[in-house]
């Protein structure tokens, strides 16, 4: 199966490495390069060996959000400098969403721009980071800050390497396949199928991981450089991302992963939906029930707070130093471009805070 676009195709079936080595023999790279982290080098590395055709060498980085930075980019450039590669070299990402996204970006810049290609190992890339062409760093434990919007070639996506990941990780997928289904505007129907994840066949939870990625591909497909709809992918987002970044300021080796803080993200911002747009004050309440029975529930104090809501004027939605919401009418209708008081954002986490 592929989903094909002018941002580039997504192959993701059986076939999908015959495709990716029927590209590899037609453009022909002058070298070939796969980024990795310390786990995807022991657990995915293997089978991607067993998979495509070509020889390559191997580029490591430290696994985490927190080597998602400047200095990272620079080990990764110069050891492309020093083993030779030039314009015509390719470089195939294989990891999550810190991989995809380091990955773009650094050969995005390198000699003004080498091809790439994503192959997405963890649920999260394959929903949404490998998905729409975002390639970045964060700067100063500031989520995202430093990018650039350029499609890989190709996206392969092969779900067995999702048996490699430990739980925390699905679950952190699991998020943004939740947002999507918030956000969706042609079956409302995959909103109910998420939150009915554990009642669910094996194989239909692949086509679930299958539909998201379409939802993506859909959205971005009709907004590429992000001036209208395509801001509806940030839903939940705005606190989400603040969080994330106030959880890796305060203590790194305790920090949250990017799905568990969009999570609450998603929360919070859906209760704003129903206090600002009469959002569905069932689908809120299904929502925080499924997000407080999976995710990790989090405790944030009036100060914890008040510090998140300073890191929201670092969002990149913002104009002219007000911070821009994406809030929901109902499920699949955007209110885009919302400003938020700020009391109803503490009153958004006492209610996250509340288990029913």
């Known amino acids: 199966m592929k989903v094909s676009s002018s941002e580039g195709q997504v192959f993701y079936d059986k076939n999908a490495f015959k495709v990716l080595n029927k590209f590899l023999k037609k453009t022909n790279p002058s070298s070939l390069f796969v980024l990795v982290d310390q786990n995807t080098e022991k657990y995915c590395l293997e089978i991607l060996k067993y998979r495509i055709d070509f020889d390559f060498k191997v580029i490591s980085i430290q696994a985490g959000e927190e080597f998602k930075t400047l200095d990272t980019c620079a080990y990764i450039w110069e050891t492309l400098s020093n083993s030779g590669a030039d314009r015509k070299s390719l470089l195939i990402n294989l990891g999550g969403g810190v991989i995809t996204d380091i990955g773009g970006f650094t050969a995005s810049c390198f000699k003004r721009g080498i091809s790439f290609i994503h ?14 062409g975002k390639n970045g760093v964060d700067f100063k434990n500031l989520k995202n800050q430093i990018g650039v919007i350029r499609n890989p070639e190709i996206v392969i996506i092969e779900k067995d390497f999702l048996k490699t990941l430990p739980y925390e990780q699905v679950v952190s997928g699991f998020a943004e396949m939740l947002k999507h289904g918030l956000i969706n505007s042609k079956n409302q129907k995959y909103f109910e199928d998420c939150l009915a994840v554990e009642r669910l066949r094996h194989v239909q939870i692949r086509h679930l991981i299958d539909e998201s990625i379409t939802i993506k ?8 450089e992000e001036k209208g709809l395509r801001k509806v992918l940030n839903y939940g987002h705005t606190l989400g991302h603040a969080i994330e970044s106030f959880r890796m300021s305060k203590d790194q ?56 809501i300073q890191l929201m004027k670092y969002d990149k939605k913002n104009v002219s130093n007000q911070v821009n919401f994406v809030l929901l009418k109902s499920l699949g209708k955007p209110a885009l471009d919302c400003v938020v008081e700020h009391d109803l954002i503490y009153k958004a986490f006492k209610y996250y805070h509340i288990v029913d």
């Open 253 to 308: 080796s305790k920090h949250l992963l990017h799905g568990e803080a969009i999570a609450i993200g998603l929360v919070l911002e859906t209760y704003i939906s129903h206090k600002m747009y009469d959002f569905s004050i069932e689908n809120l309440k299904q929502l925080k029930s499924f997000v407080h029975k999976y995710f990790p529930f989090e405790k944030f104090s009036r100060a914890d707070i008040d510090k998140i």
């Open 119 to 132: 192959i997405p190992t963890s649920l999260l890339g394959m929903v949404d980071a490998a998905i729409g």
């Open 217 to 224: 591909q859909d959205v971005v497909s009709s907004d590429i």
